[in-house]
C-alpha cells in the first residue's frame, strides 16, 4: 500500500511537469524577444526614414530630425505638371501688322511673365527634361508667307514651314501657304501646332486674332482652373459660343478659340484638305463657323466649353490695344460668368442678328 502510494505521486508530478513545460517554453522565447528588442534599441533610433523605401529617399535631415511622416511623404510628392498650351496669334505681312506685332510683344508678351514665352524659348527649356521648365504658355504670330503659286491649305508634300533668310522676326511661324483668313490658314496652322504638340508635349491649341486683348491674371487663372491636362483633356473645344443655323451647331468665335492637342491632329493631319473643303460652308468660306464643322466631324464625342469672353475684341489701333490691355492686367477670371453658353445670340431676333442661312 505505501508503494503504491509513493508510484502514484510521482506520477502525479510528472504530469504537472509536463502541464508547466509549454508555459515556460513561452516564457523563454518571449524573454529572447525582449533581449533582442533592447539590444537591437539600444543602437538603432527608428525614424521616418525607416518606413521610407530606400529607392525612393528624398527626404532631408530636417525632415528626419523631426520624426514627420507627413511632412516627409510631403517631400516625396512630385505634383503634376502643369498644363501647357501653345497661341498662335494670326498675323500677315505689311508695315501696318509688323507694327501691331510690335506693340503686341510690348505690352501682352513683354510684362516679364516666365509663364509665357515665345515658342523658341520653349524649345529651349523643354531641351533635355521638362522638369526645368518654366514657361507654360508658348506664343507664336503666324503668317502665311508662300507665294501666289501656293495652295491655301496646306496639301502637299511641300514644307509645311518656311525659313525665311533677310527679314524676317524669330517669334513668327511662316507657313508655306498663300495668305489668306478663310480658306485654310487655320487648319494649317493646327497641322503645324499638332506636331509641335506630340513633339514637345503641349496639351492645348489656341488660336487668337491680333487684335484680341487678354490679361495675363485671367489667361493663367482660366488655365489652371479649367484646364485638364494630357491625359485627362481629350476631345475639348471651346471659346464665345456661337450658333450656326445651317448647320444647327454651336462653334467658337473666331477671335480667340482653343482646342486640345489632339482635336488639333485630327483636323490639321487626319482631316486631308479635300475633306475640309466638301464641309466648308456652302455660300461662302467662314473660318470659325467652318472650324467648329471640322471639329465636330470627329467621330468621337466631343466636349464643347462655352465660354463667356475672358479676352476683349477688337482693338485695332495702338492706343486701344494698350488702353485695354492695361485693364486687362487688373482683370482675373470669375468662375460665376466665364463658363456659360451665350443664349443671346440663340435668341435674338434675326432682324437684329442676321444670320447666315
Known sequence: MLLHLIVRKRNDQKLNRSAYRPAKQALVIFGLCILCVAMYSSTTTITPSALIPTGTMRVTHRILAEDNIYEAAAMMYTPPPKTSMLIGIFSTTGEKYSKRRDYIKDSFLGQDEPRLCSLKEFVRQTAGSHKGRVCQVAYTFVIGAGGNDRPTDHDDDEPLTLNLHGNFEDDCTYLNIKENMEDGKSPTYLKFAANFADRYDIDYVVKMDDDSVIGHNALFDWIDSELPPTPYN??????????????????????????????????????????????????????????????????????????????????????????????????????????????????????TYPLIE
Request: net charge positive.
Open 234 to 351: 481629350r476631345r475639348i473645344y471651346g471659346g464665345a459660343s456661337r450658333p450656326s443655323h445651317v448647320k444647327n451647331a454651336v462653334y467658337a468665335a473666331g477671335e480667340f478659340y482653343f482646342m486640345s492637342a489632339d482635336l488639333a491632329d485630327y483636323v490639321g493631319n487626319e482631316l486631308t484638305a479635300a475633306d475640309r473643303l466638301n464641309m466648308m460652308h456652302p455660300k461662302r468660306h467662314i473660318e470659325d463657323l467652318d472650324m467648329g464643322t471640322f471639329i465636330f466631324s470627329n467621330p468621337r464625342p466631343v466636349k464643347f466649353v462655352g465660354m463667356d469672353e475672358i479676352w476683349s475684341h477688337p482693338f485695332k489701333t495702338e492706343t486701344q490695344y494698350r488702353k485695354e490691355f492695361a485693364s486687362a492686367t487688373k482683370t482675373k477670371l470669375i468662375p460665376e460668368k466665364h463658363l456659360v453658353v451665350n443664349w443671346g445670340f440663340f435668341c435674338w431676333r434675326h432682324e
